[in-house]
């Protein structure tokens, strides 16, 4: 008998099960590998594998919103984080680890609980009863993957990413792009038709841009990702170009009925973005998917006239990733609306990277205790990386064009009094002191 079903012993899962099982709750964790399966990504049994990289990214926390994250992390007593540093490698300022041994320190540290029980089981159905937590990752097991996708509605959950890059609004200059809607349509929201930001561009800037395009080095599709479908509406950008020099400006691009009140006529092409979140701090690319390698990204849309300062909250993309529309279909504690037993961590919500996969499943953890102790969870603070993180994932990202999303200071609420140079510093200060307050009352409650 156990309290809680862990489905996926991923970093996510691992975390979840050790923030549960370390408060003497008794937790089932299933993980499939070690069966003989596996998905094409992950090359060992081991708990918690890092697919990819051996980075957790940026250490510092005083600088950049993954290190505060980690920070946040260890304030919160997280195994994944303790693993991380016994497994660590000199890397700079980021946080490398020796993948085996991070592995060796997660499992050491969750068989050392009585607890927990790791079960090596492929699990096909979601539980229809009983806490659960899913946390099966980007590559979730296809008889699985259906049954949530039977939960939720199958247009919920997602088997592709395709990730247009955001920009941070404050770093788009205005002096060149304007804010309008195609042939002035109200906004759905109400208010004035002024939508969309507009990047004007004359017709040598476009033909460069799409010779850039041509020409710029892309990221290859992994072996099992070749056959990844270019569905309607989410075709990389340089796929278009490929068709014709002028399927862009049919496309994506169109200058049509988008008045440049600075020339009182329509562009030769566009750049469009689209605000990204409630904050209105983050504005994506519209239809400006790519696999394009991110330092091509960065030099070529800086090109663009307006974003030459532009700085990006996240670059485009394109994998195969299983992720739900959370902001849709999650409460704000992470728990599916139509089946509030269970709870989705890690990846699958949304989020992206190791960190934020653990982070979200270190929350995940810390609410089912919540539930199981009969108290209630209160949310970190939006200014701290977990609430903003959360806050993203659970409903204030914009749920039509959910993508999955970095940790990254544009999901904190603004500072525009405090001056440029000193914000970074400003955000993660400002995150320590409302995660101290938060931890303090969450201990006395
Ligand atoms: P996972 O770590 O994948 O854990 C999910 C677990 O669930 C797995 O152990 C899986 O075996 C198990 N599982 C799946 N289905 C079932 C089932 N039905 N029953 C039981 N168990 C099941 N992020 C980075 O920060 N840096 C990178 O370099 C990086 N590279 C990536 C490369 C690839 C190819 C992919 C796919 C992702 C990459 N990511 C990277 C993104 C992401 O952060 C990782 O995938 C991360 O491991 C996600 O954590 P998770 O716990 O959500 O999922």
Redesign the pocket.
Same mark, same amino acid.
């Given at each position: 008998t156990y309290d809680v079903h862990i489905? /996926?012993?991923?970093? @996510?899962?691992?975390e979840a099960a050790w923030q549960l099982a370390r408060r003497g709750i008794r937790v089932r964790l299933?993980?499939?590998?070690g069966t003989g399966?596996?998905?094409p990504?992950?090359q060992t049994d081991a708990?918690?594998?890092?697919?990819?990289?051996n980075?957790?990214?940026s250490d510092d926390d005083e600088k950049n919103a993954v290190g505060l994250l980690h920070h946040e992390m260890r304030q919160c007593g997280s195994l994944v984080m303790a693993a991380a540093a016994r497994a660590q490698v000199p890397a700079g300022s980021a946080l490398a680890v020796d993948r085996d041994v991070f592995s060796a320190e997660v499992e050491a540290a969750l068989a050392a609980l009585p607890s927990l029980d790791v079960v090596r089981?492929?699990?096909?159905q979601l539980p229809v009863a009983g806490l659960t937590i899913v946390?099966? /990752?980007?590559?979730? @097991?296809q008889?699985?993957a259906g049954s949530i996708g039977a939960a939720t509605g199958a247009e919920s959950l997602a088997f592709f990413d395709a990730i247009a890059p955001i920009v941070y609004r404050e770093t788009i200059d205005m002096d060149v792009c304007w804010m309008a809607s195609r042939w002035d349509k109200p906004s759905k929201l109400g208010g004035e038709a002024r939508d969309y930001i507009n990047c004007p561009m004359d017709k040598e800037q476009y033909l460069a841009f799409h010779a850039g395009l041509m020409a710029g080095e892309k990221t290859a599709f992994?072996e099992w990702e070749a056959n990844t479908p270019y569905f309607d509406g989410c075709m990389p950008i340089e796929v278009m170009a490929e068709r014709g020099v002028e399927t862009l400006r049919f496309g994506p691009m169109k200058p049509v009925g988008l008045d440049n009140p600075r020339t009182g006529r329509w562009p030769y092409a566009v750049v469009q973005l689209r605000q990204d979140n409630k904050l209105g701090t983050l504005w994506n690319m519209v239809g400006f998917q790519t696999k394009l390698k991110h330092a091509e990204q960065v030099r070529l849309f800086r090109t663009i006239p307006g974003l030459e300062q532009a700085e990006f909250a996240r670059l485009g993309g394109l994998?195969?990733?299983t992720f739900l529309n959370s902001p849709e279909l999650l409460d704000r504690q992470l728990r599916l609306k139509s089946a509030p037993h269970v709870r989705f961590?890690?990846?699958?919500t949304g989020c992206?990277?190791?960190?934020?996969?653990?982070a979200?499943?270190l929350m995940a953890g810390m609410m089912t205790a919540r539930d199981i102790a009969g108290r209630e969870w209160r949310a970190p603070p939006r200014t701290t990386a977990l609430g903003a993180l959360l806050a993203h994932i659970t409903g204030d990202a914009e749920a039509d064009s959910y993508q999955p999303m970095n940790v990254n200071f544009g999901l904190f609420p603004p500072l525009p009094e405090v001056k440029k140079k000193q914000r970074k510093e400003a955000y993660t200060a400002r995150a320590k002191q409302d995660l101290g307050a938060w931890l303090g009352e969450a201990a006395s409650a």
């Open positions: 489905i /996926g012993g991923g970093l @996510a899962g691992s299933s993980e499939m590998r399966e596996r998905s990504a992950h708990l918690a594998e890092l697919v990819c990289s980075s957790f990214r089981e492929r699990i096909d946390a099966t /990752g980007p590559l979730t @097991a008889a699985l992994k994998h195969r990733n961590a890690g990846q699958i992206e990277g190791y960190v934020e996969s653990a979200v499943g």
